[in-house]
């Protein structure tokens, strides 16, 4: 069975930074592609940005720019690298992939407040 865990989140005031990572054991990992959705209360949950198997990637337009995903195939590990924050920002932020397959792990929040 399948477990992603996402772990890194925490409190940050704006124009910080935060690094994610997702940690997916037990998937085959290197074939799919992957990305990070954000849920802000009262709100669906978004894919923010995704990356293919070939390492290409994609950013919604709310964090072009500022966000950096990437991937370690040896570690089946995905990471989210949040530059220049925005209150904006806070959500729950999840990795799966793209679309979801895998059960949905717990996430890990972000808050952006100064």
């Known amino acids: 069975q399948v477990q992603v865990v996402e772990s890194g989140g925490g409190l940050e005031q704006p124009g910080g930074s935060r690094r994610l990572s997702c940690a997916a054991a037990?998937?085959?990992?290197?074939?799919?592609?992957w990305g990070w959705y954000r849920q802000a209360p009262e709100k669906q949950r978004d894919l923010v940005a995704s990356?293919?198997?070939?390492?290409?990637?994609n950013y919604a337009d709310s964090v072009e720019g500022r966000f950096t995903i990437s991937r370690d195939s040896a570690k089946n590990t995905v990471y989210l690298q949040m530059n220049s924050l925005k209150p904006e920002d806070t959500a729950v932020y999840y990795c799966n992939t793209v679309p979801g397959i895998y059960n949905w792990g717990q996430g890990t929040p972000v808050t952006v407040s100064s």
């Open positions: 990356i293919t198997s070939g390492g290409s990637t």
């Open positions: 037990g998937s085959r990992f290197s074939v799919y592609n």
